[in-house]
């Protein structure tokens, strides 16, 4: 598995279409202070379904759409969309290229998308979570997160190792489905109080 393309519209610096294409191995990007290579990283991460506007470098999630520049209006919304090769299969869909795309609109909705079909961030995160792409984004080190990491307690240690095992979508399923259980109880508790009522 590797990352492909990624091409990038109204996301942060990035107003027109630009698409950075990936070959297996190393990439490198370069250029000189401000000029967008770390925006390049929070796409990858964003288009991957972080949520954290601070892990973007942002106060809010609205500010990863084109902001405006004295010579260019800002943009209603930013789009981010990310071409995986799965020759290998390493993540659980039968195709062979995979693209996730993210749309975020200045009026507050969003969209999600695997290969062009809309989806819930909940399918993205799932379908990436076994290739270690997860939602943690442990694979993404930003500039003082190998500090953050050093420092992390023993349970956020494990978090970090249970992510990268695939052990946390069962966690999050499993805390999902006890929920719905729980909920499900109530219920019947609230009928088992009425068919009384009604006796
Ligand atoms: P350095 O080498 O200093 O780390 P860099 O190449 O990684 O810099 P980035 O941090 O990726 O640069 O990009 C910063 C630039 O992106 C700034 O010029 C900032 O104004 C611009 N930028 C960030 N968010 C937006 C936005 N929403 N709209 C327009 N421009 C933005």
Same mark, same amino acid.
């Given at each position: 598995?590797?990352?492909?393309?990624?091409?990038?519209?109204?996301?942060?610096?990035?107003?027109?279409?630009?698409?950075?294409?990936?070959?297996?191995? =190393? +990439?490198?990007?370069?250029?000189?202070?401000? @000029? /967008?290579? *770390?925006?390049?990283?929070?796409?990858? &991460?964003?288009?991957?379904?972080?949520?954290?506007?601070?892990?973007?470098?942002?106060?809010?999630?609205?500010?990863?759409?084109?902001?405006?520049?004295?010579?260019?209006?800002?943009?209603?919304?930013?789009?981010?969309?990310?071409?995986?090769?799965?020759?290998?299969?390493?993540?659980?869909?039968?195709?062979?290229? =995979? +693209?996730?795309?993210?749309?975020?609109?200045? @009026? /507050?909705? *969003?969209?999600?998308?695997?290969?062009? &079909?809309?989806?819930?961030?909940?399918?993205?995160?799932?379908?990436?979570?076994?290739?270690?792409?997860?939602?943690?984004?442990?694979?993404?080190?930003?500039?003082?997160?190998?500090?953050?990491?050093?420092?992390?307690?023993?349970?956020?240690?494990?978090?970090?190792?249970?992510?990268?095992?695939?052990?946390?979508?069962?966690?999050?399923?499993?805390?999902?489905?006890?929920?719905?259980?729980?909920?499900?109880?109530?219920?019947?508790?609230?009928?088992?109080?009425?068919?009384?009522?009604?006796?």
């Amino acid at each position: 598995m590797h990352l492909k393309t990624l091409t990038v519209r109204g996301f942060k610096s990035f107003a027109s279409a630009t698409t950075f294409q990936f070959e297996p191995g =190393v +990439t490198a990007v370069v250029g000189p202070n401000g @000029s /967008g290579k *770390s925006n390049v990283v929070d796409a990858l &991460a964003w288009v991957m379904g972080e949520q954290g506007a601070k892990t973007l470098r942002g106060g809010k999630m609205e500010d990863v759409i084109f902001a405006g520049t004295s010579g260019r209006p800002p943009l209603g919304r930013a789009q981010v969309s990310l071409t995986i090769d799965n020759t290998d299969g390493a993540l659980p869909i039968e195709y062979t290229e =995979v +693209t996730i795309s993210r749309t975020l609109f200045r @009026s /507050g909705g *969003s969209e999600y998308a695997i290969n062009g &079909a809309t989806c819930r961030l909940l399918d993205i995160q799932e379908l990436l979570s076994d290739s270690g792409l997860g939602r943690q984004m442990h694979v993404i080190v930003g500039q003082g997160q190998l500090d953050a990491v050093l420092h992390a307690t023993g349970e956020e240690r494990r978090g970090f190792i249970e992510e990268a095992a695939g052990i946390l979508k069962h966690r999050r399923r499993k805390e999902k489905t006890v929920r719905k259980l729980e909920a499900m109880q109530a219920n019947l508790t609230r009928l088992t109080d009425l068919t009384g009522e009604i006796r």
